[in-house]
RNA sequence: GGGCGUUUAGCUCAGCUGGGAGAGCGCUACCCUUACAAGGUAGAUGUCGGGGGUUCAAUCCCCUCAACGCCCACCA
């Protein structure tokens, strides 16, 4: 029977893609609507940075997080997932300025910063909605009214309110500190932001002459020794006995000769170097606390380009490591280089600059998390925000018990300015949520800003507060402050669990008094298949939209989903995309043989008495896998829900049911016809349910034809729910040994060399009379699967063939008579084969059950098994010796 | 130096509270069989990093060694 089939022969995923997503937005099935659950679900997406192509990073997140949306959608949550975008302070204006530079070689201080504000702005608006583009592309479902810039109004007050509560309260403060100048940047950045990193230096070993005591001098070695221009004393320590009479002398710093106090101090390791320390306070972390302890004096030799400044006229204008060459120099030419050792040296360097950061002291504005990160920890210890994995919750709390004051201006134009004013006029210096008129004590008009702007950190930390639109009593109204916050769950890498997670726990439970979300689902980090991070210097980077346009957004998708679970890495090959785009079209398949019998078939499932076998089989395995799916995706196993699918897909339902379809749906029997035509279509229905919180073009695409009313889209329709009354154990057990038949039949046929078109006579022998009965009614069906044109049932009492080829499965011998044309040897040895590695398996268990120790210790339900398993493997030897005798 | 993690089939990895070693990709043979060659059928492959211990029983728990990776701290 020809059957007409006017679907294309491979899924076409652009035209899918591209008409579902519009359908999407049309409908309006992104926003939020209540739901049978009667909850809401919202998820926080990590704001990407306004600078960025998208990454594979960013495609895992949008990947994960939808498939989390949908899933909750569908089950009757209340779902919002909030995007936007981050003005990424640094890197952003590092780039315009670039720009600019390439194009009018003027650096920002030439434009002023009004003007160069507006160049970024302008530069924002143009590349900033690139990133929506890509995220669509890749179908993500969120709200996109609730798209937010960490720059717009809400989050610029959300930023001024925190920032002037803290104020208030104490908690910031400004300071002349010790922090990492970078010098690219021109500005301080956190700790957080230095990357140390592996450079090879040298010790210098220097000379240092003792004022009081001519004939002494201190050996003191160094990897830094230009530095020596701001030192401020030698040091120590005091219960060294080579060194502790020269306390309190006066040691003369070589070629600047100046007289520096020789003192006493615990931070000495008298093991290291030489014992001896020269203490330079303004560029090293160590010394400026020993300088605090000491009372001594900062010099600062550096100018903001890490250039060195006339406190250091010997290398006046030269970088550091010129510098050095030319200390090295003249030390050399004093005779006061002792030694000079190669070294390793961990050096920091700027996470975005890549620069070496230079130790400096400046004013900086500082918040004191002691208490924020207190809490934040209990609000983990507590349960009230949980890890998935657990196990990071170790780095949470490594960072947070053991918090630093957190250095959170820079100096860079490009973020929100520090909402601090003062005053010429006299000396008043103030915090205000908005712009002042006059000064808060003189009333004075003359009074300027800050220049400074915050860390972006600090705004991003604020993110589940402003993005629903706190603190404007309004927007938070508008935008469903107290239904939505807390979050439910936050997406993310591990590499930001500090930078943001972190934040956004201390900030959001300090203005709130609740953790921002319940749930962290870290995911792993995508690297290259060797396991390299993806990087534009090896140029091993993979471009999502590259693989979107190559194999489908469903592909890449459902490679991501299958990648990713509690591991830490994901190692992508494209050849992985390829093979699940070959399940995407696999599926399609299935459903193009299943579309021409679509009109045969009804909505409802008829009564259960009209079910056949395969139907009950079918259901029930569907079943199983939606229960496992739904288990999977609660705790954000996206590896297992996406195996779990892709194995019924494959080896249940197109391997096995749609085959076992064929012989009703070509057949004459009309009323088989229609119930098989409307067990599929349920089926399908299921399946595209089931698969579209990972592949959801192709689902909602293959629904379109499942579904009458062109209204419903899959995107909202409910999530298929456990249902017990379809479990059936005997079914199961039936179909597993009609397909260990099957099986069976085509194995024989393989091992000798038979051609699919010969068709064959089949013995079965066997004692199971339900078993038989059933495959007596499926002989049509054995015709279908393994070519079998004639064959008999019978019980293990009648006398078997001789000399044919033969098999034993546990329950069953099979015998293809085929004497004369087949190797007898090669059966004997193949049924001897068999027979060993069945003994093998059976003295396993045989050895058990004779174990005493095993049969009184190990529980009744393992013992049971073992009982089983040892009367199957018997069975089985036994069949084998049978199959043996008919050579005989 | 402190902490975390990894080591299972050629590759990438899964294996929950101990009780049959698994998946995908790749590989081999045969097949263009009327949903699909982006396919089908059949098949091969592991001293579960080494050693020791606990247990009736260890890939799983404990100790130890080794290799690799990451994070933090520090480097006179």
């Known amino acids: 029977m020809e059957i007409e089939n006017n679907l294309p022969k491979t899924f076409d995923p652009k035209s899918a893609e591209d008409k579902w997503y519009s359908k999407w937005l049309e409908s309006k099935s992104f926003k939020p609507k209540a739901g049978k659950q009667g909850k809401t679900f919202t998820v926080l997406m990590p704001p990407p940075n306004v600078t960025g192509k998208l990454h594979m990073g960013h495609a895992l997140d949008a990947t994960t997080q939808d498939a989390v949306i949908r899933y909750k959608r569908m089950k009757g949550f209340e779902t919002l997932w909030i995007p936007g975008t981050d003005h990424a302070g640094i890197s952003t204006q590092a780039v315009v300025e670039k720009l600019i530079w390439k194009q009018e070689k003027k650096n920002r201080h030439d434009l002023g910063r009004e003007e160069f504000l507006r160049r970024v ?93 001519p004939n002494m001098e201190l050996i003191i070695a160094t990897t830094r020794p230009e530095t020596i221009f701001a030192d401020t004393a030698v040091a120590v320590n005091p219960d060294d006995e080579r060194f502790k009479d020269l306390i309190g002398k006066t040691a003369i710093i070589p070629i600047c000769n100046r007289e520096v106090p020789i003192i006493g101090d615990e931070h000495v390791d008298i093991e290291k170097g030489t014992g001896c320390l020269k203490v330079t306070p303004g560029h090293d972390f160590n010394d400026f606390e020993i300088g605090k302890r000491n009372g001594l004096p ?5 100018n903001k380009d890490g250039t060195f400044n006339k406190l250091a006229p010997e290398i006046e204008g ?30 920091g360097h700027g996470q975005r600059s890549d620069e070496i950061v230079e130790p400096m002291v400046s004013k900086q504005w500082f918040l004191n998390t002691t208490e924020m990160s207190r809490v934040a920890v209990e609000a983990v210890e507590s349960g009230e925000m949980t890890f998935f994995p657990k196990g990071w919750e ?70 589940p507060l402003s993005t629903l639109g706190w603190p404007d009593e309004k927007v938070m109204a508008e935008k469903g402050f107290d239904k939505f916050y807390p979050n439910e769950t936050l997406i993310t890498g591990f590499d930001i669990i500090f930078f943001w997670v972190a934040r956004m726990m201390m900030m959001g439970m300090k203005v709130t008094g609740k953790a921002p979300f319940a749930h962290t689902y870290i995911h792993a980090i995508v690297r290259d298949k060797q396991g390299r991070k993806m990087s534009k210097s090896l140029g091993n980077g993979i471009d999502p939209l590259d693989m979107v346009a190559q194999y489908g957004a469903d592909a890449m998708r459902f490679t991501l989903a299958a990648g990713s679970g509690y591991n ?41 008495s009209e079910w056949h076998l395969h139907d009950k089989w079918i259901l029930a395995e569907l079943n199983t896998v939606s229960k496992h799916m739904n288990e999977a995706f609660d705790v954000y196993r996206f590896d297992d829900a996406s195996a779990e699918i892709y194995a019924f897909v494959y080896d249940k339902f197109c391997s096995w049911y749609i085959e076992l379809s064929k012989n009703i749906l070509y057949g ?58 379809l479990e059936n154990d005997d079914v199961r057990e039936m179909m597993n040994k009609f397909i260990d038949i099957t099986t069976g039949i085509r194995n024989i046929r393989s091992s000798v060399n038979m051609k699919p078109k010969d068709e064959i006579d089949v013995k079965l022998f066997t004692d199971d009379k339900k078993l038989a009965k059933f495959v007596y009614e499926s002989r049509h069906f054995l015709k279908d699967l393994a070519n079998v044109k004639s064959g008999t049932i019978r019980n293990k009492e009648q006398d078997r063939p001789k000399k044919s080829a033969s098999l034993a499965t546990a329950h069953t011998e099979i015998f293809i008579p085929l004497e004369g044309i087949i190797d007898l040897n090669e059966q004997v040895n193949r049924i001897k084969k068999d027979m060993e590695k069945t003994q093998a398996e059976y003295k396993k268990v045989e050895s058990k059950l004779n174990n005493q120790n095993f049969m009184a210790n190990a529980p009744e339900e393992v013992r049971a098994e073992v009982n089983e398993k040892a009367k199957m493997y018997q069975d089985k030897l036994q069949s084998l010796n049978t199959l043996l005798d008919s050579f005989m």
């Open 121 to 213: 702005w302008e530069w924002k608006e143009q590349y900033g909605s690139e990133i929506v583009n890509q995220q669509q592309k890749m179908g993500v479902s969120c709200d996109w009214d609730y798209s937010t810039f960490t720059l717009d109004e809400v989050p610029n007050k959300a930023v001024k309110k925190f920032f002037v509560m803290l104020f208030n309260e104490g908690l910031i403060y400004q300071s002349d500190y010790i922090v990492n100048w970078d010098p690219i940047l021109q500005s301080a950045i956190s700790d957080a932001e230095v990357e140390h990193k592996e450079v090879k230096g040298f010790f210098y070993y220097l000379r240092y002459k003792v004022k009081e005591d």
């Open 298 to 302: 900062i010099i600062n030799i550096l």
């Open 318 to 347: 030269l970088k550091p490591k010129d510098a050095r060459a030319e200390v090295e120099r003249i030390l050399t030419e004093l005779d006061a280089l002792v030694e000079k050792k190669e070294h390793m040296n961990s050096v």
């Open 394 to 463: 170790n780095t949470y709390f490594a960072w947070l018990k053991n918090p630093k004051d957190w250095c959170i201006s820079r100096q860079l134009w490009w973020g929100h300015q520090i909402p601090v004013y003062y005053c010429k006029s006299c000396d008043a210096k103030w915090a205000a949520e908005t712009d002042p008129s006059e000064c808060v004590e003189c009333r004075g008009k003359d009074f300027f800003q800050d220049p400074d702007v915050l860390d972006t950190w600090f705004s991003s930390g604020l993110w």
């Open 568 to 608: 830490r890495d994901l190692n992508l090959d494209p050849e992985r995309i390829e093979g699940y785009r070959n399940f995407v079209n696999k599926l399609w398949n299935a459903f193009r043989f299943v579309h021409p019998f679509l009109d045969k078939a009804k909505d409802e499932l008829p009564v259960k």
């Open 668 to 725: 004459e029997d009309e009323k088989a016809k229609i119930i098989r035509a409307t067990m599929l279509k349920y089926c399908f229905r299921k399946i595209v349910n089931l698969l579209h919180p990972i592949v959801p073009f192709i689902t909602e695409e293959i629904w379109s034809y499942l579904e009458t009313d062109s209204k419903r889209l899959l995107i909202s329709e409910e999530y298929v729910e456990f249902d017990k009354s």
